[in-house]
């Protein structure tokens, strides 16, 4: 069965510090990866996603994320970070084709101290 | 603006009634999702549907009931055997029908159903 971890619940940075939020998946075929954004009450944003190729993914906000196979890990990194980037992010793992469902991490909230 | 609109944003439901969560979407996409989200819990799949007509149980189907008589609209009804019903709820769709490469969800800005 695929899985996603997560493995912090909550991490806090000072705005322009770097960000790493970590997410480890379980695959039993090739993975399409994805990172999401969630503002409170609100639905989620795309930031990046990962199908093939080239393993460092460059997404919208300044966010990119890294692609390794051999550690079976999708994180998600920003050299500098802006208060609006404070909000809770998710990593999701699913196939290459069809509609097959979803896999959701349980989400990382990000918090950004002056 | 193409997107996907989910109303109302609050619901309140008293014990024992059904409540109906529209999701429409203009898009024109195949598939259409709905989850449900708890604090610490992240996004479990309710319901999915791939194509017009029909739809498929996703990893908590029970209490809940769809329908997918329109590719625009996938309506989620949260019925009275859904004992713990309070939650956010998030309708989605995607790009391609069955047996084609996968594209990312777009979401809705969700539904909040409280208790009553």
């Known amino acids: 069965a695929q899985s996603v971890t997560q493995p912090d619940i909550h991490i806090t940075v000072s705005e322009g510090a770097s960000l790493e939020l970590r997410c480890n998946y379980s695959y039993g075929a090739t993975p399409y990866l994805f990172w999401y954004v969630q503002s409170p009450g609100q639905g989620l944003q795309l930031l990046l996603k990962y199908f093939s190729g080239d393993t460092l993914v460059q997404g919208i906000k300044g966010f990119e994320a890294e692609f390794k196979r051999s550690q079976s890990s999708f994180n998600l990194r920003k050299p500098s970070v802006h208060w609006s980037d404070a909000a809770e992010y998710f990593c999701?793992?699913?196939?290459?084709?069809?509609?097959?469902?979803?896999?959701f991490g349980t989400g990382t909230r990000l918090t950004i101290i002056p | 603006d193409g997107g996907i609109t989910q109303s109302p944003k609050y619901l309140f439901r008293k014990e024992g009634q059904n409540v109906t969560l529209s999701c429409e979407q203009n898009l024109n996409h195949d598939a259409m999702y709905w989850y449900r989200q708890d604090p610490g819990q992240g996004l479990r799949l309710i319901y999915y549907?791939?194509?017009?007509?029909?739809?498929q149980k996703g990893d908590i189907a029970e209490g809940y009931s769809v329908s997918r008589e329109k590719k625009e609209s996938f309506p989620l009804t949260v019925t009275s055997a859904q004992k713990n019903p309070t939650a956010f709820y998030l309708c989605?769709?995607?790009?391609?029908?069955?047996?084609?490469?996968?594209?990312?969800?777009?979401f809705g800005d969700g539904t909040r159903l409280s208790i009553l």
């Open positions: 989605a769709s995607s790009i391609p029908p069955p047996g084609m490469a996968n594209q990312p969800q777009h």
């Open positions: 999701a793992v699913g196939p290459w084709f069809g509609n097959e469902k979803l896999t």
């Open positions: 549907s791939q194509i017009v007509n029909d739809f």
